[in-house]
């Protein structure tokens, strides 16, 4: 029974934001905005509509957005989140399932994007479809490097590397100090 709340719950969450990009989109057609945009192509069904997804752009905002500091992708990045190389991934996935998959772990997610990045980070949907593309394409991925990560947070990902050298090192004095001397 649980199950089907929190099926009930994030499903008219996710309609929610679609009724918003809805209304948005109507917004911009209406002020003649919108020309032929993504919407005119991706159309899913009456008020629904899937973004593009772009992994190349994906690669650039997973470096940019702070995503790096916690997870890797060939080997670049941090090590306190899983590595999101695409061959972990599923063969296919829906974007909707791996949207799920980080709102499980959102509460925890956000926590540590605030201690670390000092604020929650922000996508818009066209950011998240496009770094779930690039999750997901081993092609892209092999662009990707330490050049693509900003002097901002590679400044971040040496802090907390830093960070834990000194919280090991404290453990070693401490397990040094505790051990009987030898004679």
Not at 123 to 143: P, R, S, Y
Request: charge should be negative.
């Amino acid at each position: 029974m649980k199950y089907f709340k929190m099926t009930k719950t994030f499903a008219a969450i996710i309609l929610g934001i679609a009724a918003l990009s809805v209304t948005d989109a109507s917004a911009n057609q209406d002020s003649g905005t919108m020309g032929t945009s993504m919407m005119d192509e991706n159309v899913m069904g009456p008020g629904l509509m899937m973004p593009s997804m772009d992994a190349a752009r994906g690669r650039k905002l997973f470096a940019s957005k702070g995503c790096a500091v916690c997870h890797s992708i060939n080997g670049v990045g941090g090590v306190d989140a899983p590595a999101l190389d695409a061959s972990t991934m599923p063969k296919v996935m829906n974007p909707f399932d791996f949207t799920a998959k980080m709102w499980r772990g959102a509460e925890a997610m956000i926590y540590v994007q605030r201690e670390e990045l000092g604020e929650q980070i922000e996508f818009t949907g066209e950011e998240l479809a496009d770094i779930i593309a690039f999750v997901h394409d081993a092609d892209e991925q092999k662009n990707f490097s330490d050049a693509d990560i900003p002097d901002r947070i590679k400044d971040l990902m040496q802090h907390m590397d830093e960070e834990m050298d000194e919280t090991h090192e404290g453990e070693a004095v401490e397990k040094h100090e505790d051990e009987e001397p030898k004679h």
